[in-house]
């Protein structure tokens, strides 16, 4: 079975604090993604890496930046934490084949006080 | 952009109905779709694809079909039982392929005894 794991379930932080969230995967994918849910929008798409230190912008990457160094591992970091960063947080995982399902972790709730 | 519509309002249903959950999209023709589920504080866990050559797909007590002409995809859960209850999601590939997913908002589903 496709394990993927994030680095803390809850997580709180005070505003303008520099936040690490990690993701890692056992199952050896090409393709990593984080996203952030909200109640009322869905998941929404901050960045994706397709290989290693490969990655690109998704929807919402103000404020976000990533880095993959190494195959099974893609850390999300926030800058400075804001209040509306305030969310929960999911990695997830896939092949590179463009059909493939994406496999998610248990998510990461960020409080930002 | 393609846009997915999933309906925002819980769906209530008694132990042993049939539960159908509505996924309308537009703007463009998805090669495939894909239906995940997502119980409360946990990441999705993908349940089937169908592709656009496919009318229907069956698992189990599961039935996904794919209108192309209507742009919706239908889901069906037969002889629903209380640990159907969760919010499922529906996602589409990007238009002109890649390995990104957009993510419907979901549909809470509630099974009842």
Known sequence: ?113 | SQKIEQNSEALNIQEGKTATLTCNYTNYSPAYLQWYRQDPGRGPVFLLLIRENEKEKRKERLKVTFDTTLKQSLFHITASQPADSATYLCALPPAGGGNKLTFGTGTQLKVEL
Not at chain 1, 12 to 38: A, P, S
Not at chain 1, 43 to 65: A, H, N, Q, T
Not at chain 1, 85 to 93: G, P
């Open chain 1, 1 to 113: 079975d496709v394990k993927v794991t994030q680095s803390s379930r809850y997580l709180v932080k005070r505003t303008g604090e520099k936040v690490f969230l990690e993701c890692v995967q056992d199952m050896d994918h090409e393709n990593m993604f984080w996203y952030r849910q909200d109640p009322g929008l869905g998941l929404r798409l901050i960045y994706f890496s397709y290989d290693v230190k490969m990655k690109e912008k998704g929807d919402i990457p103000e404020g976000y930046s990533v880095s993959r160094e190494k195959k099974e591992r893609f850390s999300l970091i926030l800058e400075s934490a804001s209040t509306n960063q305030t969310s929960m947080y999911l990695c997830a995982s896939s092949r590179q084949k463009q059909t493939d399902t994406q496999y998610f972790g248990p998510g990461t709730r960020l409080t930002v006080l």
